[in-house]
């Protein structure tokens, strides 16, 4: 994160409006205090910035508190960045089809999240057919304590990095939401035993279960994550063991396709004596 220390250079018009944007991005909604505090910048340079921001289209006020009061969020316009960014290596075009023929194999709604700074964004969403049914919109951000993708990441990651997640607070959301260390690290072991995460209760939204299994790079490094969710009426052991087989069968195979075309691709770069 851009901050502006005492003795360091400081930070141009552009740099300052790029490290606001980023800061609602990673911890919305933020309030002006809040993002002011976390990037070291006068709150009266934060307020003028985010109503900039407001007025292009890229955040806008998530309640009704008065204006010196209101909490930010970013809008789709930072999400189709995202997105952009996303189909330049190739995911969102091999998982689009992948993800609807899914969605007619088990009847509930699947989803693809993207990892954006201390969360998730959903990036593709097939809606399942049931008039009973989960509703994801796209873009929506949730955080990775709490969502069945979000332990699913952070089962990819190294102990340290768990740890730095941790760090950072567990917030509560319902009253399913793990927020204790234990809770998470608890549900982490269960994915790197099984493959999968389970959410059954709820943790994010109530009423809502889901599965998921994340997406790594050639690197190994976590990228995305695939998700069945339905409403937790629908849970059973049975059905979660199923879905979630299903699910990492498929990250496994977007995984795969990642590694296939990062190969593709330095083979087709031209060799070191080549471009003497």
Not at 44 to 68: F, K, M, N, Y
Not at 203 to 215: G, H, K, L, N
Not at 223 to 242: C, H, L, N, Q
Not at 252 to 257: K, N
């Amino acid at each position: 994160m851009v901050t502006e220390e005492v003795g360091q250079p400081r930070l141009s018009v552009g740099l300052k409006v790029l490290a606001v944007l980023e800061a609602v991005a990673t911890g919305q909604p933020m309030g002006v205090t809040e993002v002011a505090r976390r990037l070291k910048l006068p709150k009266s340079t934060v307020h003028r910035i985010l109503e900039d921001l407001a007025a292009g289209g890229w955040v806008v006020p998530v309640d009704s508190r008065s204006a010196g009061h209101r909490r930010w969020s970013t809008t789709r316009r930072v999400v189709a960045l995202g997105l952009s960014a996303a189909e330049g290596d190739g995911l969102m075009e091999m998982a689009s089809h992948r993800l609807a023929a899914l969605r007619d194999e088990v009847g509930e709604t699947v989803h693809l999240v993207l990892h954006d700074g201390e969360g998730l964004f959903v990036a593709l969403c097939m809606d399942s057919p049931q008039p009973v049914r989960t509703h994801v919109e796209i873009g929506a951000w949730s955080p990775l304590h709490a969502t069945s993708s979000g332990i699913a990441f952070l089962a990819t990651l190294p102990d340290n990095a768990v740890e730095d997640v941790l760090d950072k607070g567990l917030p509560r959301y319902t009253a399913n939401t793990p927020v204790t260390r234990e809770e998470v690290w608890n549900e982490v072991q269960r994915v790197r035993d099984r493959g999968f995460a389970v959410n059954p209760t709820g943790w994010w939204r109530p009423d809502v279960f889901a599965v998921a299994a994340a997406i790594t790079d050639p690197d190994m490094a976590p990228v995305a994550a695939v998700t069945i969710s339905a409403p937790a009426s629908r849970f059973t052991e049975a059905k979660s063991a199923d879905l979630g087989r299903r699910v990492r069968a498929l990250a496994d195979e977007l995984t795969q396709g990642l590694r296939m075309q990062s190969g593709a691709s330095e083979r087709s770069l031209p060799s070191a004596e080549t471009r003497v």
